[in-house]
């Protein structure tokens, strides 16, 4: 009976352990161990476990390499370009197909099921889409848009795309004015071409997901509020810009943050798609990761990256997890 | 009740996995050969000790990507994790020393190269590479040529140009300021894989600084920022301006196949080249020729493939005897015809392999071999990847100084450079 007792009583605990202990060693023990080794002189085959001096040479060291400051300005750019481009659209598709169109079901699924594709499989089609030699610059040839061109006298339009080292909109001259030490950065700070076609191709694999979040948003507004604000007066644009957007305000932070987080640690995608691309125009910490460790077995760098990765997703999360908890209590 | 039945089941068929291995011995080879030509050299070995030992299993445990790109970060998982295949590929020099031989993974074959009088069938330079401490860790399969400078003939002869035994590179900057004026691109390259780029680089380096220095570059007594280096840095950036427009989207084979059908002329690469132009039905000779790339001429700038064996080899008679099959002289023959190489032993029979690598015997034979840093036999594998980095950053934006110091700075810092 006194058995039975103390079994009732810490029921809870007993079903919840294995699961904490799986994730006390699998996650927070792991990262753990990766910050650990971040420290140490561990950067041949050989296990090294010893500590740098100073230890945080590697994190030093990091910073200062022109690519992993590439790979940071690329994570950013490269996040704001695929989550403008995604929000929008998918807030489009959403508001499109709200609107009790026929065939609502057929385009519900057609723009969702690039979901369910592995980026892998998303990254090698865009990669055959961009090829500058293959891809939709023979489009430009097809539909005599070149021809015209070269008839008005101007050059024919062939863009490199993933192939392209240009940066545009460069901000180091800005930028060496409001920060003087912004002056030891290596590299060109602005937006890598190269980037933007693999934005569009996560976009058109995500915007679909975004569609799905937000019609499930839509579908939650009663249409009492809809009529309410249509005999006050509004019109169809002003009822979106007012009334329905604001509300579905909590659908699009949750959406922000799933899709920073994709953003932040993509890999598969732009490694399938790009690789690090012209003059790294197209490398993601991820990317720097995996190479460091497992190619250059560097271990103590590519786990430093990962430390950083870690760090960057958590100040996204956990601000977002702390509001949520508040909102609960 | 139930659970025990299930542990039972568990256990019976854990025995029984146990009774299957000892009934069938078994070897891991390991390697990254899967593309056509390579996969049937390796098969071609394979074979012939499937017939001399049938009672042995043969894993072919390969997995694909260039140059070993894919295979080395699931092999260094398993060494790490101790569960070894018995023989691995590697290339010789400091990917075998660095990460196989000094942490402990590989074997000494001291017994097995006495007993087979390998010493006197492979050339000193070569034993030297694959030896610490007078003892050899890897049988070598093949050996290519990393600094041949290929051209499409028929191109070079439409706009009156011919090439002899050798070229220096002022002749070779003349023929492609000339060809620059032309519709075809004067050099080829395709640098999806940076590596492609970095071959050029490094036959550059050699020709510039010549085989002494280069030897230099990665005992510290030459440092990435001396005059003669910096020289070499500049012919290399000079190079740049006459390759084809979309070497960034092409893939290094792809540029063999654009020099093939002739819209670029000259290729600074390694002679795994031959095997593309011989594939795309080019004739030696007539359709396309070669020379050594300026200023290497007598030296072999040299990739070498060979296998270890496992200090903790699961199955070591085993591997010993795959191990004495890849060193016999008929093996290494059949090998490299199908891979088109030049075998590592001296005593190949010559007649068997046609122009081009019987002209590469005869660099080889001149005695000079130098190590490959693109390959991972010059230097350790963090500078490998430093310098595919620093060539990523300058074919982009050509700052030689930069570049010259990155090198330099990354030799100090992977334990190198002076």
Same mark, same amino acid.
């Given at each position: 009976m006194a058995d039975k007792h103390w079994y009732t009583r810490h029921k809870g605990i007993l079903i919840l352990l294995p699961s904490l202990l799986l994730t006390a060693i699998f996650i927070y023990g792991f990262i753990g161990s990766s910050f650990f080794f971040s420290l140490t002189n561990w950067r041949t085959l050989a296990v090294d476990l010893s500590l740098r001096d100073p230890l945080w040479q590697t994190y030093a060291e990091m910073l200062a390499m022109p690519r992993f400051q590439a790979d940071l300005r690329n994570t950013l750019v490269f996040t704001i370009l695929f989550i403008g481009f995604a929000i929008t659209i998918g807030l489009g598709l959403a508001i499109l197909l709200d609107r009790q169109i026929t065939g609502k079901g057929f385009f519900r699924n057609t723009f969702l099921f690039p979901y369910a594709l592995s980026f892998i499989v998303t990254g090698v089609v865009w990669r055959w889409i961009f090829n500058p030699e293959t891809g939709i610059n023979l489009f430009f040839d097809i539909l005599g848009i070149n021809q015209a061109l070269e008839a008005a006298g101007f050059d024919p339009l062939a863009p490199g795309w993933t192939t392209d080292p240009t940066i545009v909109f460069s901000v180091n001259q800005l930028l060496s004015h409001i920060w003087p030490s912004g002056n030891a950065f290596q590299i060109e700070w602005g937006i890598p071409v190269a980037l933007i076609p693999v934005a569009i191709a996560a976009t058109w694999q995500l915007s679909g997901f975004v569609m799905a979040m937000y019609l499930g948003g839509l579908g939650g507004i009663s249409p009492h509020l809809r009529d309410a604000a249509r005999i006050d007066g509004a019109g169809e644009f002003r009822l979106y810009r007012s009334v329905i957007i604001p509300m579905l305000n909590p659908i699009t932070i949750s959406t922000l943050i799933i899709l920073i987080h994709v953003s932040l640690k993509i890999f598969d995608l732009v490694f399938s798609m790009s690789g690090v691309g012209p003059g790294f125009a197209t490398d993601v910490p991820a990317i720097f990761v995996f190479e460091m460790m497992f190619k250059a077995a560097r271990y103590n760098l590519g786990a430093a990256a990962s430390i950083v990765m870690l760090v960057a997703s958590s100040l996204i999360i956990v601000p977002y997890l702390m509001h949520t908890f508040k909102n609960r209590e | 009740m139930r659970i025990n039945l299930l542990l039972v089941v568990l256990f019976l068929s854990a025995c029984q996995s146990n009774n299957q291995a000892d009934l069938k011995k078994q070897v891991e080879v390991f390697s990254w050969w899967t593309s056509g030509s390579e996969a049937a050299a390796l098969e071609s070995v394979l074979e012939t000790y499937r017939a001399l030992y049938p009672d042995v299993e043969v894993v072919n445990a390969s997995i694909a990507g260039g140059g070993g790109s894919a295979a080395r970060p699931v092999l260094q998982t398993r060494l790490i994790g101790g569960i070894p295949p018995d023989t691995w590929q590697t290339h010789h020099g400091a990917e075998l020393m660095g990460q196989y031989v000094a942490p402990g993974f590989a074997a000494s074959l001291k017994d097995l190269y006495a007993a087979e009088g390998w010493h006197e069938l492979f050339s000193p330079s070569l034993i030297d590479m694959i030896s610490n401490d007078g003892e050899p860790y890897l049988v070598v399969l093949n050996l290519h040529r990393s600094n041949t400078l290929w051209y499409n003939k028929p191109v070079l002869t439409e706009y009156g140009f011919s090439i002899g035994e050798s070229l220096d590179i002022d002749e070779l900057f003349e023929i492609l300021e000339q060809l620059n004026t032309t519709d075809v691109s004067p050099m080829c390259m395709g640098d999806t894989g940076i590596w492609a780029t970095g071959i050029m680089f490094e036959n550059t380096l050699l020709g510039t600084i010549g085989p002494d220095r280069y030897l230099g570059l990665w005992n510290g007594t030459t440092s990435f920022m001396d005059t003669d280096v910096m020289e070499a840095i500049r012919i290399y950036d000079r190079l740049l301006d006459y390759l084809n427009s979309d070497h960034a989207a092409l893939s290094w084979d792809q540029a063999a196949d654009k020099m093939a059908s002739g819209d670029c002329v000259f290729y600074s690469m390694g002679d795994w080249a031959y095997g593309e132009f011989i594939r795309d039905g080019l004739q030696e000779n007539i359709d396309f020729g070669w020379v050594a790339h300026p200023g290497s001429d007598g030296i072999h700038l040299l990739v070498t493939d060979g296998f270890t064996m496992a200090k903790d080899a699961p199955n070591p008679q085993e591997t010993l005897n795959m191990l004495r099959v890849m060193g016999d002289r008929v093996v290494q023959e059949d090998f490299n015809l199908l891979k088109g190489s030049i075998c590592a032993?001296?005593?190949?029979? =010559?007649? =068997?392999?046609?122009p081009y690598l019987q002209w590469a015997m005869d660099e080889y034979a001149k005695g000079v071999a130098v190590p490959t840093v693109i390959h991972g036999s010059a230097a350790p594998a963090d500078f490998q990847q430093a310098l595919n980095d620093a060539l990523t950053d300058f074919v982009v934006r050509r700052n030689k100084e930069a570049f010259a110091k990155t090198l330099a700075n990354e030799a100090k810092v992977s334990g190198f450079g002076s």
């Open positions: - | 032993r001296n005593d190949c029979d =010559r007649s =068997r392999f046609g």
